[in-house]
């Protein structure tokens, strides 16, 4: 069946560093693709979303393009905050019409001033 | 705020009793979406129902049921408690079947079962 796998954390940062986080999908079909975060104590919240290959999502300075040759989602962002410390999902939407998300096992993030 | 409301936000029960969980969607989201978040699980698909009906269902136990009423709000019943099923139990919401846009959670709520 469809899965997503991201890489496993957690991942800390000093602040205006770099950041990637790894998402690799397997599915039939194109499926759409979407980044959640979730902070602490609270529920999640849709980051950015593709809906076909080659979109590029993009919200509060996160990217994230669908590559279907490499059957990846990997989140950027040029410089964190010690605000973005939270845990990413990747997360992709099977393909047919049932709208049940699949999510990957999420990568906790951490920022350090 | 995110238009999904989940209630309650924190229940604590012992095993084998029942409880019901309440979630009302987002205004003009038709489909509502049931997911548990365990440490050991991770986010898990329960089921999703659309208007009414039941549309797809995932891994949810036998000792676990849904419904959604006519004003479309949904519960989520789990009896039979064990300890395994303290989670983190997330309702999400979205106009259509198919939620291929993403869709919006609730802020959960939070079962612990003693």
Redesign the interface.
């Known amino acids: 069946g469809d899965s997503v796998t991201q890489m496993e954390g957690p991942v800390t940062l000093s602040e205006e560093a770099f950041l990637t986080i790894n998402c690799t999908y397997t599915a039939t079909g194109y499926p759409?693709l979407?980044w959640?975060v979730q902070y602490p104590g609270?529920?999640?919240?849709?980051l950015l979303?593709a809906?076909k290959a080659d979109d590029k999502g993009s919200n509060k300075g996160f990217e994230a393009t669908y590559r279907k040759e490499t059957t990846s989602f990997h989140l950027e962002k040029g410089s964190v905050q010690v605000s973005d410390s939270a845990v990413y999902?990747c997360a992709l939407?099977e393909v047919?019409?049932?709208?049940?998300?699949?999510?990957?096992?999420?990568t906790t993030l951490q920022v350090k001033p | 705020d995110s238009g999904v409301t989940q209630t309650p936000k924190h229940l604590i029960t012992a095993t084998g009793q029942r409880v019901t969980l309440r979630c009302s969607p987002r205004s003009g989201d038709l489909s509502v979406y049931w997911y548990q978040q365990s440490l050991d699980q991770g986010l898990q698909f329960l089921i999703q129902y659309y208007n009414g009906e039941e549309r797809a269902k995932g891994n949810i136990l036998e000792r676990f049921s849904a419904q959604q009423f006519p004003d479309l709000h949904s519960e989520l019943n789990l009896s039979s408690l064990e300890l395994g099923d303290s989670a983190l139990y997330f309702c999400a919401s979205s106009v259509g079947t198919g939620g291929r846009y993403g869709y919006t959670f609730g802020s959960g709520t939070r079962l612990t079962v003693v």
């Open positions: 759409s979407f959640y609270e529920g999640l919240q849709l979303k809906t999902f939407i047919g019409n049932t709208g049940k998300l699949i999510f990957g096992q999420g």
